[in-house]
């Protein structure tokens, strides 16, 4: 069997990633009974090599299980299951992308959310942390030249995740992992929209200006920046004239 093929009759709107099928993979082995509460798995390695993924992915993976409370790290031991059940709370449904008002709900999540994090990992990130950063928005500006928004998409959510690493508080990188669920449908809109009113170039600037704060080390202005960010996100998405009352034209 493979397993990296959808199984029984889920459906989405878009093809899920790599990360997203094998974090549905292991959830389904978990809660299907394959493994009991308390018992550990196999080691990252192995499971990597049975679903021919690399480490990489497989930890981002694992991330999203532990978000979830479906495993955890047991010290010496390795990942351990820590539920049978998917979790019954913190269930968000991705926003419709005809509908300005769901998608503006999900833009005032991340004001909260961004800001802070931004402050903490201007205090407390490291060069691998700015190098990531740097990294992503490297791919991001080739991706808004090439008009690649799946890419654009990718490298954008890799920029907000080093940023979220960056704070050095497990809790708002789970956190992150939940978020980054529902923030990958709100990049879908707001960059297809940006990319036909050739607006991309204002939300790199953006970013731009958010590393340079968290690379001098200063909270309050890597604070304003992200708010500026978010506020202008939501600007651009408000006079996109596609939307009326919420809903396309």
Excluded: W
């Amino acid at each position: 069997m493979n397993l990296l093929k959808p199984q029984g009759n889920s459906t989405s709107r878009a093809e899920p990633n790599l990360t997203d099928r094998i974090t549905e993979v292991l959830a389904n082995e978990i809660t299907s009974g394959n493994y009991k509460l308390g018992e550990v798995l196999p080691p990252e390695q192995t499971i990597a090599d049975r679903l021919g993924v690399s480490r990489t992915v497989l930890r981002e993976a694992v991330s999203r299980l532990k978000a979830d409370g479906l495993v955890s790290s047991k010290q010496g031991r390795g990942l351990a299951v820590q539920a049978v059940a998917r979790p019954s709370v913190l269930r968000m449904h991705a926003a419709d992308e005809d509908n300005l008002d769901e998608i503006l709900a999900i833009v005032e999540l991340r004001r909260g959310f961004e800001i802070e994090a931004a402050s903490l990992a201007a205090a407390r990130h490291n060069d691998d942390d700015l190098q990531a950063m740097r990294k992503a928005l490297d791919d991001m500006a080739r991706a808004i030249e090439s008009d690649d928004i799946a890419a654009g998409i990718e490298a954008d959510l890799r920029f907000h995740r080093a940023i979220a690493e960056a704070t050095r508080n497990e809790h708002y990188v789970e956190f992150f992992h939940f978020l980054s669920r529902l923030l990958r449908d709100n990049l879908r809109v707001s960059r297809t929209r940006s990319a036909k009113a050739k607006r991309g170039t204002d939300a790199q600037r953006e970013h731009e200006i958010i590393y340079q704060a968290i690379q001098r080390g200063d909270p309050e202005l890597a604070r304003q920046c992200a708010r500026n960010h978010i506020e202008n996100t939501e600007s651009r998405l408000r006079s996109s004239s596609h939307f009326t009352s919420g809903a396309l034209k």
